[in-house]
């Protein structure tokens, strides 16, 4: 018997504690040839600060997609032929390519939780404007006759994770003010698997306050939306740790960076890394 204000624990109710950088849900499948579907579920946005929702109620309550008779949440479809939320982050679908396939949002709730797809040679998507969130959740890839043939879900059995301890320096004082790879091979032993993407820990020493380091996947001529850390104060270093995905060559998996002045230093250390084949 309960008795006074005492309230039951239902179990249905939402948990809001999920683990750090969660993944739940958001299963990924060709739904024909030029859309992807992004089945129901939940996941952290990649600075771990938000949680983005589909097929659940956002902070003004409601559902996206709405739920249809019977309580039937539908997936979100993500249209290759469209560019913006739901479609391609820029450009055409291309032929024979991998994208990876991200989860967006908006940290103040206005903008509904969305889908975009972006080559894996962008280290990060075009984001649409309203959308300051993001998380990649797995990729998707295009036959020579620009259709989607296979997709995969970074929480799936297929994906493989590792992370290594102690770090594996790949990198000590660097200071290449173009773009130069970083051979990866001694601290990822993977060849010709794709969609790697490593856990990098960086140390980054500016010799002036605005100083910055990049990075993008080797192979890759972006020149925007890329990996940045920006330097706070001069001569003092910083940490941060980030994600990468790797340009993989046909025996080593490589990551491209630069610092914005040859008297900056940059080090990196691999912490971890997971590969998928789609």
């Known amino acids: 018997m ?17 683990p750090h950088l969660y993944i739940s849900g958001l299963n990924i499948s060709v739904a024909s040839t030029t859309v992807i579907a992004i089945a129901p579920g939940a996941a952290r946005d990649q600075n771990n600060n938000i949680d983005m929702e589909v097929g659940f109620p956002n902070l003004q309550g409601v559902t996206l997609p709405a739920t249809l008779n019977l309580n039937y949440m539908p997936p979100l479809f993500i249209n290759s032929a469209l560019n913006g939320a739901n479609g391609l982050d820029q450009g055409t679908l291309a032929a024979s390519s991998s994208y990876g396939v991200w989860l967006i949002g908006d940290s103040r709730g206005y903008k509904p939780v969305a889908g975009l797809l972006s080559l894996t040679s962008n280290a990060y998507p075009l984001l649409p404007f309203g959308y300051d969130s993001l998380r990649l959740i797995g990729f998707a890839t295009s036959t020579s006759g620009t259709i989607f043939t296979a997709a995969g879900i970074l929480n799936a059995s297929n994906l493989k994770a590792f992370y290594l301890q ?34 990098l820990d960086v140390q980054f020493t500016p010799a002036a306050a605005g100083d910055y380091a990049q990075f993008r996947p080797t192979g890759s001529t972006a020149t925007t939306g890329l990996v940045t850390v920006t330097g706070i104060t001069a001569n003092t270093p910083q940490q941060q740790y980030l994600q990468v995905i790797c340009g993989v060559g046909s025996t080593l998996p490589e990551i491209d960076y630069l610092v914005s002045s040859a008297s900056d230093s940059l080090t990196v250390l691999v912490a971890g890394y997971s590969f998928t084949t789609t």
Request: proline share 8%; glycine share 8%; charged share 5%.
């Open 166 to 199: 102690p770090e594996v320096s790949v990198l000590s004082g660097g200071h290449a003010t173009t773009f130069t790879a970083i051979n990866l091979s001694s601290a990822i032993p993977t060849a010709g698997d794709t969609n790697v993407i490593a856990f």
């Open 2 to 18: 309960i008795s006074g204000n005492a309230v039951p624990q239902i179990q249905n109710d939402p948990i809001y504690s999920l």
